[in-house]
């Protein structure tokens, strides 16, 4: 954040004044085409440590967009500014809260429940906002356009895609985890955005992997991102899909997913995928006892798919592992692990699926001699055993 040296009023106009740091770069607005794509996860991630210090100090800045964030040191280093919007979180008696909630701040970059000022006066309330918003710039960074640009004028056009429509967010340079953190930022429900998004997924890794295999993966990524979204309704020309429609492209994804990690695989045997009658939003993958290959029983894999948010597609996939053969009638008698939760995303599905299937056939190789058929017990933290 930008450095205060000073303030106070000046004798002779009676002016009050505030002395900051001067900072020799450009804002972010004026430069998002020269930005290089191998900076923009280190400038959100800075962006989002000066967001989340203001919230340890129960403040929200409510108004962070391009044109608030000036760059310095060829593009690398970020420094957020301009506090004329801050608010203490739940301080009662504010000039905008109560019965006196006029729009403030910037429409292009306000979220759904900011731009009606319906937001929830919490700390969760607010950060929801500031997620919203440093997805705004993380789209910007990405796409190297302002967020809704197609839509600037009229402004009730801005107004409504605020509300309405869901930005495609795709690039040939940037990385597909950084779109997809970005699709989860600006979800219209504050709600679900908070479930989706947390501090930590704006940090990056301590070292970037360079080898060629990871080389590899980034590359077809990206080309999997890009056919998925090439493949989404454009904005306002189509009508929006109803859940029954996400739930069965999901379904579509998972049994797209299976059979790819089962070719890519050759340690997994034979695998059968089927959906529950009446359309129910749950598929089952079949693995067959396989003792060759260290498991002595059939694993099944019973996923069952709820959509958070419609316009964006935001799901959850849960899961639940049977031992053993399966009767149609059988059902959980144990919680569930959550296996993928944002936006739905070919890519970042198979990846999050392809993980949790290693994991519990992990599990099963090693305990295959003492498991007994029936529902497997996930462990609680979600992170280790079963």
Known sequence: MVSILGGGVDPNTKNHYVAMELLDGPNLASCIDKVPAENIAGLIEQLALAAEFLETKNLCHRDIKPENIILTNEYSHLTLLDFGVLRPIGVSGLTDGENLRAFIGTLRYSSPEFLLRTEDDSILGWRALTFYQIGGVLHDLIMRKPLFFEFSSPYAALVNA???????????????????????????????RTKL?????????????????????????????????????????????????????????????????????????????????????????????AP???????????????????????????????IGKIKSDDQPTLDSIQVFAGVLNTTAIREALENYIYHVIDVVQQKSDSLGDGWLNHDSSGSGGI
């Open 162 to 192: 605020v509300q309405n429509e869901v930005p495609n967010i795709q690039s040939s340079t940037a990385s597909p985890q950084l779109a997809e953190l970005a699709a989860r930022c600006l979800l219209k429900d504050w709600k679900v």
């Open 292 to 322: 060759k290959l260290g498991w002595t029983k059939t694993v099944v894999f019973q996923l069952r798919i709820d959509v958070l948010e419609i316009p964006s597609k935001a799901i959850k996939i849960s899961s639940h592992v049977h």
């Open 197 to 289: 998004v947390e501090w930590s997924h704006f940090k990056l890794p301590a070292t970037a992997d360079t080898s060629i295999s990871s080389a590899k993966q980034r590359v077809t990524n990206r080309t999997a991102l890009a056919k998925a979204q090439a493949t989404q309704n454009s904005p306002g020309k189509t009508k929006t899909p109803k859940a029954y429609d996400v739930q069965a492209e999901t379904i579509e994804t998972l049994k797209m997913s299976v059979r790819s990690i089962r070719r890519d695989n050759d340690i997994f045997p034979p695998v059968m995928v089927s959906q529950a009658s009446g359309k129910k939003p749950v598929l089952k993958i079949y693995f067959e006892a």
